[in-house]
C-alpha cells in the first residue's frame, strides 16, 4: 500500500516535471520562430 502510493507520487512528480519541460520547450520554439519571421518588438 505504501509503496503503491510512493510509485504514485513519483510518477505524478515525473509527469509535471515532462509537462514542465515540453512547455518551455514550446514557448522557446515559439518565440524562436517569431524571431525568425520578425524583428524582436519589446514591450
Not at 510509485?7 to 520562430?33: G, H, N, P, Q
Amino acid at each position: 500500500m505504501v509503496v503503491n502510493l510512493l510509485l504514485r507520487l513519483e510518477y505524478d512528480t515525473i509527469k509535471m516535471s515532462i509537462r514542465k519541460f515540453t512547455t518551455k520547450s514550446r514557448k522557446a520554439l515559439y518565440y524562436s520562430v517569431r524571431l525568425t519571421k520578425n524583428p524582436p518588438i519589446y514591450p
